[in-house]
């Protein structure tokens, strides 16, 4: 049985992608993750009976550890989520941002590349380091166009500076030091186990909570929607047959103004939870001040995933939508459990001062 690394595995992609490969391969998954605010092991409680899956609480920027994991586990290779991933946070404090994203990239980077080095020929050709990364390194759009993989890189805020950087460094790596790597830049991603900071948690929290829903400025900021499980059968498709060198984009086909984004969730709501009043949530609906430096649209041209890998969405936005809502009403005890004392200070500190 082979080892797969898998870092950020207890946040919302990573754990996906964790219980999408113990339920469908064979892979022994190290699960590599610093347990921060952002990292919940329930969110792996589907697979918690598995002995393919070893978590190991470790911080991405600490060598020595990384180097005992690496000789220990023997890896046939690395996927790599672990990072900060929220741009209100990066704006209000881009230490972290740098830290984990950009110097714990080159952490990992090295530790790889010295247990790829001394690997014999066989699985030293078939080893595989993917980093997974972002739409937002390229910066925003217009009302037109879309994000190829040749697009070039314009990040405007530290969340997507940082994503970038890391991406320039793995870019790097493969090039000078032959490491064989592959990176994807994915859209926004919904579904379960999302931390509640991130729009689509946050407004189904609220709305069920008697709490505003804030929109950022006008809210007709443009993403482009994936169901989480659909990156991860993009993820493991790339990590196992993507070409060594190669960058692939990743993206839903579902382009939404924030504002639509929120309309469909409350018409969800109403049907599936009304309101004691009977009212619309849509009453709950604010404007407050708008993001800093707020990107205006994001669009992902997914065609050289499809053509070359035969990747295409298996949810529509309406399909992905109502699981995720449904997801969300039926497990509060998650939600309860991550709402703890940081959170509470986290919503004072990026929503009070936006009143
Ligand atoms: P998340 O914030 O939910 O999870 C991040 C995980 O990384 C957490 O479990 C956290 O504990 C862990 N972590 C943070 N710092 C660490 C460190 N120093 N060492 C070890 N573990 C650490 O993030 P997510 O939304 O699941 O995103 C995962 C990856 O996918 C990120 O690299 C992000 O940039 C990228 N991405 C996210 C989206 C999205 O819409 N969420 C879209 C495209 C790409
Ligand atoms: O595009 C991929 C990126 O998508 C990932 O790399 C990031 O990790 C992920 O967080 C996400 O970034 P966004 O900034 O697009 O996601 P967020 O959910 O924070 O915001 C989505 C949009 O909703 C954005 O235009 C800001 C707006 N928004 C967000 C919040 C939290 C609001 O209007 N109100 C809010 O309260």
């Not at 929607?225 to 692939?248: I, K, N, P």
């Amino acid at each position: 049985m082979k080892t797969l690394f898998v870092t950020g595995g207890a946040g919302f992609i990573g754990s996906a992608l964790i219980r999408l490969l113990i339920a469908e391969s064979d892979w022994r998954i190290v699960n590599i993750d610093k347990l921060t605010y952002a990292g919940n092991l329930e969110s792996l409680a589907d697979i918690a009976d598995s002995d393919r899956h070893v978590f190991s609480r470790t911080d991405i920027c600490d060598r020595a550890a990384l180097d005992a994991l690496f000789a220990e586990h023997q890896p046939a290779g690395v996927i790599h989520l672990a990072a900060e991933s929220h741009v209100d946070r990066s704006i209000h404090g881009p230490g972290d941002f740098i830290e984990t994203n950009i110097s714990g990239t080159y952490t990992l980077l090295e530790a790889a590349r010295a247990h790829w080095s001394a690997l014999d020929p066989e699985p030293k050709a078939t080893f595989r380091f993917h980093h997974v990364s972002t739409d937002e390194v390229f910066g925003s759009l217009g009302a037109t166009g879309l994000f190829v993989e040749t697009s070039p890189y314009q990040p405007n805020s530290p969340y997507s500076a940082s994503k970038a950087a890391s991406d320039h460094l793995v870019r790097a790596w493969h090039h000078t030091y032959g490491l064989p790597t592959v990176i994807t830049n994915c859209s926004n991603n919904y579904g379960p186990c999302q931390f509640p900071e991130k729009l689509i948690p946050l407004m189904i929290h609220n709305a069920v909570s008697d709490k505003p829903l804030p929109i950022y400025g006008k809210g007709d900021n443009v993403r482009d929607w994936l169901y989480v499980d659909d990156h991860a059968r993009a993820l493991r498709l790339v990590f196992e047959r993507g070409s060594v060198g190669e960058t692939y984009n990743i993206g839903g086909h579902n382009e939404k103004t924030n504002l639509e984004v929120v309309d469909t969730l409350c018409a969800l709501l109403d049907e599936l939870k009304p309101r004691h009043d009977r009212r619309s949530y849509r009453e709950q609906k604010i404007s407050v001040a708008d993001r800093p430096g707020h990107d205006q649209r994001y669009a992902i041209d997914a065609g050289k995933i499809q053509r070359e890998l035969g990747w295409t969405p298996q949810e529509t936005f309406e399909s992905g939508l109502a699981k995720t809502v449904r997801w969300y009403l039926h497990n509060p005890a998650w939600i309860a459990h991550v709402i703890s004392g940081e959170y509470r200070q986290w919503m004072e500190r990026n929503y009070g001062d936006r009143q």
